[in-house]
């Protein structure tokens, strides 16, 4: 009873569904399996092996290049292989005739209620044939003895329809398998690539950093994105270090940081001359409280990660290094992204030198006259560039600061994916402020269609909460595309000239 | 989709008090324990039915750290309603209350209704702020109170459908002059219609569904 309910509802659903030929192959290996009884295990090894491939998916980009052999091509032969830990079919496809007989010489012994040694009932797993063998049948079976015949015309025409289905899933799968090898082969080019960087990285650039940095090959190779392990090493260069900061500053500040926690938790007041008790008190609980809150998908930075500590440290430093800004919202993001690629202290002093910046001093100061005027010469680009969404927002009064303002704060490692953003930080280390204003045009330019569509709340949602799946070659072809130039002005004419146009 | 009004809110209070996660549990009906932080401003929208008429609600959820202020007085611009959260486990954002309300008397129209809301009740246990004196602090100020849950979306419907209908109400009285969009409201495409297929005063019941 309970079998037949199952078969009718995998039945359904593969021909409600046959258009989708992954959700048609998991219904044919559920079927085939739940013949010989063990369903259960089969949706669970599916499962399992659907979440292992979707790991190894997530983090194969993450770590240094691995190769796998590419599969011999007689694997890929077209045929019934629902995942990789099943061999492809390698028989010539069987007409449907034999296929039925097959089934119904199974059926037959497993019916007559023998228990056959080559053919256990409760089917354990090295018994299992993942070939949809059984499947077919089950759809061309005659039909139970107690129903009328089927036509003869309406038995034909099933079966045609059948085979058509079948047709029909095969292509389907050729065409998965190539797009499969293609993109294999992509990955494998572009992990080439990255192994080829590093080492020019490594071996010519880096030695002559102060020599090359501003060639045009290296200008070239950087906005092709640096190799995830050279990224922060290029980065600290970058950014540099005129405050002068040396790890033993660090030291000093951090156990400052250290002693002001203790003696803030021991007695929960401070004789400390400077802010008053609230302001200090606020700074440090919001810090616990904003380490919870960054990058929540990652579990690195939440208490009881493996980063919650550093990224703690990195931030009381940095209020007791720098009072007079103390901690803002967004440093969080900023100072997560630096430890990530960087050593304790280097990534303070990177963190400290990239906050000093005029840009972000001005953000982080909150100096709202200051941050109007970046978005008034932001505006000036976007009008040149993007006319068409320029005037579509102003319409709709949407306003730059409304999605800029995250934007540039945390530097888009909250907006936009982790390893885009990594790309636009890059660039930004090579371009400086300019480039944080064009990924913004670049993003607007992406989306400009959709954008153009939409009304002011859809625009402020959709770009205060951008789709997860951006691609960073198609966003860096976008921003290629707007070059920061009003007439013959570049982006520092057109901001220093906002600046002063209002006397500041 | 059709509109008889589109109200603007905007959701202010200390950080950490769970403004996202009320927007969140009232436009999309879910909880999430760790919500990224805000920076800026977001936005929700949703619509709700008002005696028969629907009404868009446009969202702005604000950063609530001091120092981001000087941006988050910016939008209190064209509010007609504004949603004041403290945590009722720390009672220093209910001590901060008076500068928010400061704040958002200044930079808003005078007409703007606040709701003062008592959010986290779930957490009973750690309960710092009685309810009794977030009563006493609205009766003071005039406000609506409420505590809510995000977390178990305990009277999250009631306090946005509830400030909708004191705007509402105002509309009906005339103080509010509608015809003005600084005061936050905007008349939709149906209002000359008059919708009368879902009557009555709807408050807490199902309205609108998702984001609109």
Same mark, same amino acid.
């Given at each position: ?224 994105? +640096?190799?995830? !392990? ?7 260069? $970058?950014?540099? /270090?005129? @405050? &002068?900061?040396?790890?033993? =500053? ?87 992204? +630096?430890?990530? !690629? ?7 002093? $990177?963190?400290? /030198?990239? @906050? &000093?910046?005029?840009?972000? =001093? ?143 | ?212």
């Amino acid at each position: 009873m309970k079998d037949q309910r199952s078969e009718k509802i995998l039945y359904g659903e593969m021909t409600q569904r046959n258009r989708n030929f992954p959700v048609f192959s998991v219904c044919l290996l559920i079927k085939t399996v739940s013949l010989t009884g063990g369903i259960n295990e089969s949706v669970s090894s599916l499962i399992i092996t659907n979440t292992l491939s979707w790991f190894f998916c997530l983090f194969r980009g993450l770590f240094s290049k691995k190769h796998i052999e590419p599969k011999s091509p007689s694997q890929n032969v077209p045929g019934w292989k629902l995942f990789g830990k099943v061999a492809a079919r390698e028989s010539p496809p069987k007409d449907s005739r034999t296929i039925q007989q097959e089934y119904e010489a199974r059926a037959g012994k497993a019916g007559s209620g023998g228990t056959s040694p080559t053919q256990p009932q409760h089917g354990r797993r090295k018994n299992l044939d993942f070939e949809p063998l059984s499947t077919t049948a089950l759809i061309l079976e005659d039909r139970p003895s107690n129903l009328p015949a089927k036509p003869v015309e309406e038995a034909q025409r099933h079966r045609q329809e059948y085979d058509e289905m079948v047709a029909e899933a095969k292509k389907r799968e050729l065409k998965e398998a190539q797009r499969k090898r293609k993109e294999m082969k992509e990955r494998f080019k572009q992990e080439d690539s990255i192994a080829n960087a590093m080492v020019v990285w490594n071996h010519d650039i880096l030695p002559n950093w102060d020599n090359m940095r501003n060639t045009r090959r290296v200008r070239e190779l950087w906005w092709q994105g +640096l190799p995830p !392990n050279v990224r922060g090493k290029v980065w600290s260069l $970058a950014i540099g /270090n005129e @405050l &002068n900061i040396t790890p033993e =500053l660090y030291d000093i500040f951090l156990s400052r940081a250290k002693e002001r926690w203790r003696s803030f938790s021991e007695t929960g007041s401070e004789a400390d001359d400077g802010a008053s008790l609230a302001d200090r008190e606020s700074s440090l609980d919001l810090i616990k409280l904003d380490i919870s809150r960054t990058f929540p998908p990652l579990f690195i930075f939440q208490k009881g990660g493996p980063y919650h500590d550093l990224l703690h440290s990195v931030l009381g430093a940095y209020t007791c290094y720098r009072p007079d800004v103390g901690y803002v919202q967004g440093m969080s993001f900023i100072a997560a992204v +630096l430890i990530l !690629n960087l050593e304790e202290a280097d990534a303070f002093i $990177a963190f400290a /030198n990239l @906050l &000093n910046k005029p840009c972000q =001093l001005a953000f982080f100061r909150v100096d709202h006259d200051l941050m109007l005027k970046y978005f008034a010469a932001f505006e000036v680009f976007f009008e040149e560039n993007l006319p068409r969404l320029f005037n579509h927002f102003q319409i709709s009064n949407l306003t730059p600061d409304l999605y800029l303002i995250d934007w540039i704060f945390t530097l888009y490692s909250k907006s936009l994916p982790l390893d885009v953003a990594c790309r636009v930080w890059d660039v930004f280390c090579r371009d400086g402020e300019e480039f944080l204003f064009r990924t913004g045009l670049g993003i607007l330019r992406l989306y400009e269609d959709v954008l153009l569509q939409m009304d002011f709340i859809h625009s402020a949602q959709f770009l205060t909460r951008l789709p997860e799946d951006i691609d960073s070659d198609r966003l860096f072809a976008c921003i290629v595309a707007m070059p920061m130039l009003n007439g013959n002005k570049k982006w520092s004419q057109v901001s220093s000239s906002k600046h002063k146009k209002t006397g500041k | 989709m059709a509109y008889a009004y589109l109200f603007k809110y905007i959701i202010i209070g200390d950080t950490g008090v769970g403004k996202s996660c009320l927007l969140l549990q009232f436009t999309d009906k879910r909880f999430q324990p760790v919500h990224d932080l805000t920076i800026g401003v977001e936005f929700g929208a949703r619509m709700i039915t008002i005696d028969g008429k629907q009404i868009k609600l446009q969202i702005w959820d604000t950063a609530g750290q001091e120092s981001f202020r000087s941006i988050t007085r910016s939008y209190y611009r064209g509010a007609a309603g504004a949603l004041l959260v403290y945590d009722i486990t720390r009672r220093d954002t209910f001590n901060h209350l008076t500068t928010w309300l400061e704040d958002a008397r200044q930079h808003s129209n005078s007409n703007m209704v606040i709701m003062l809301i008592g959010n986290k009740s779930d957490l009973e246990s750690r309960r710092e702020v009685k309810k009794e004196e977030g009563e006493a602090f609205a009766r003071e100020h005039g406000l609506i109170f409420m505590e809510t849950s995000a977390k178990t979306a305990s009277n999250v419907e009631e306090a946005f459908i509830n400030t909708a209908k004191e705007i509402y109400e105002k509309i009906q009285e005339g103080v509010f002059d509608i015809n003005n969009e600084a005061n936050g409201i905007k008349i939709g495409p149906q209002h000359a219609t008059t919708n009368s297929t879902l009557s009555g005063s709807q408050g807490g019941q199902q309205a609108g569904g998702g984001c609109c």
